[in-house]
């Protein structure tokens, strides 16, 4: 605030860009665009319990394949956490968010995601649904169907098409 002329007159002032007015970008130097390439974020699985799917998510997704462990020091620090729809991979899921909450995740670690691999083909009954919002309002999470030629070890299909996002994320075309 600045005094003004006259007896207590306050005259507020707001801040720097309101007085000068927009600045201009500058422009960027020939052929800076052209070499302008975007890379390609790399991710680590990390499952919440055994049996996840974190060994198949990293051979159809790409990624790091980190097992029940935390990435070491030479994987992608951004993690993917991965966990069943079943109750068990739900609550194991909580668990590990809670780890990342109160600090205790492993130093230099983002928490990027959760992926949710079905346990089972069809619906999920209202109960595990439920507790799905509860850590979607949380973080973000990708689902990935129950996909029966996965069941038998054949993994050299293209990823669903409900995976669409995931695969966006992983830089990965369906």
Not at 19 to 46: C, I, K, N, Q, Y
Not at 49 to 54: E, K, L, P, R, Y
Request: with cysteine.
């Amino acid at each position: 605030m600045e005094q003004g002329q006259g007896q207590g007159a306050v005259r507020r002032q707001g801040p720097e860009i309101w007085v000068r007015g927009p600045v201009a970008l500058p422009e960027d130097p020939p052929g800076a665009a052209a070499h302008a390439v975007a890379s390609t974020r790399r991710f680590s699985f990390v499952g919440t319990h055994g049996g996840a799917g974190v060994s198949t998510l990293s051979v159809v997704y790409g990624g790091h394949d980190c097992g029940r462990e935390w990435p070491a020091p030479d994987a992608p620090p951004s993690v993917l956490l991965v966990a069943r729809t079943h109750a068990s991979g739900l609550a194991a899921v909580l668990r590990t968010l809670e780890v990342f909450r109160r600090g205790e995740a492993p130093r230099g670690l983002d928490l990027d995601a959760v992926v949710l691999v079905a346990d089972a083909p069809g619906r999920l009954p209202k109960p595990l649904a439920q507790r799905i919002k509860v850590i979607e309002s949380v973080i973000d999470v990708y689902r990935v169907p129950w996909v029966p030629a996965w069941r038998l070890g054949d993994l050299s299909g293209h990823p669903p098409r409900e995976t669409e996002s995931l695969c966006r994320l992983m830089g990965r075309s369906r």
